[in-house]
């Protein structure tokens, strides 16, 4: 027996939902680059229902128990005095989302003594101190491909979302006014416009292969290069790091891991060789952009916009910055999170489960670290480190006004 700590957020506030919008989801074969969506023997839930929050369950909780295994779900994650924290001490195995992340400290895995398996039921580890992880010898797992279309339509949107000015837009019409001047002041074209990505994975190529048709110029940073078919298909300039790219762009997009290598990569600096006026959008992660930096640009007109949907830490503080800064775009962390998604990843963590209680390998294309060392995805895409400090910080949401 086994005992399994689950993360969620919360229900929504007016309950769990009894209906949806839309019946069912459309059918995907296979990601873009042939691999496989996940391969669970069964799934014990309706696709299209709301998985990611406390009372989904990732639609785990009849598989867990009829093997014998103890699960827990809770939304309560920060803070020494939380149930995630309490229920730690003896788990074998947490699952937690990037959305609403149970930070897995160096601390907190000092204290659990038992556990061997981080699942990230989504994509991007960081919030596991994966240093920690390799020196215990934890096998760290996430649903690799399974919301990575899904941010590329969030990236396509953001960047039309700041480049047309599309919210102040929209609230002058919710404020019952019709004030084209205000509106059209700030409006552009994206056509013509160059457009970078730092790293051009699975995100980053879908974000390039989405914008394509708007006729832009498009450019990307990547450790690896894109194989030279797909250079010429999309028309791309490559760059050798993002210091190069900006300088030439009106609008980047970051599509990278949060690791040692791209913590704080756009600080003061680096914003400081963008084009006056160009737009930034970080789906990725928000500790990859320096919070005060970012808003300081939105307020002196050297960034025109910043959108995104990642903070630091999460849930970020009601007084974080980029909740008030000028010409924002922010979401809460959400576009992994779609339905569709959601059916995807929570299929993928029950195919890591089934792999891990029946002792077959599971996917290398899922594995972060295991064996001591970063392994699959992650010995692709990370560096060795530790990128959670500060973590502690989520817990002011609870504790503050
Ligand atoms: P991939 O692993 O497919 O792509 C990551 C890419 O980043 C790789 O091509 C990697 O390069 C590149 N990279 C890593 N470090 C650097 C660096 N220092 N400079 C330039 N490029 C770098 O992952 P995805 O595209 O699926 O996801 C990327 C990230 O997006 C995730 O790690 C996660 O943080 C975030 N994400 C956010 C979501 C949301 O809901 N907002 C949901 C899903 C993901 P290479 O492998 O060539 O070395």
Redesign the pocket.
Known sequence: MSKVVCVLYDDPVDGYPKSYPRDGLPKIEKYPDGQTLPTPKAIDFAPGALLGSVSGELGLRKYLESQGHKFVVTSDKDGPDSRFERELADAEIVISQ??WPAYLTAERIAKAKNLKLAVTA???S?HVDLQAAMDRGMTVAEVT?C??IS?SEHVVMMILGLVRNYIPSYQWVVKGGWNIADCAARSYDLEGMHVGT???????LAVLRRLKPFEVKLHY????RLPAEVERELNLTWHPNAEAMVKVCDVVTI?????P??ENLFNETLIAKMKRGAYLIN???GKICNRDAVARALETGQLAGYAG??WFPQPAPKDHPWRTMPHHGMTP?I???SLSAQTRYAAGVREILECWFEKRPIRNEYLIVSGGKLAG?GA??YSAGNATSGSEEAAKFKTKA
Do not use: K, Q
């Open positions: 990037p959305f989504g994509i991007g960081d491909y919301n990575s941010v730092v790293a051009a994975g699975r995100i980053g940073t990547d450790r690896h599509n990278a891991p949060l690791h290598e791209t789906t990725a992660r949907d990642v962390h576009s992994g999170t995805t692709h895409s």
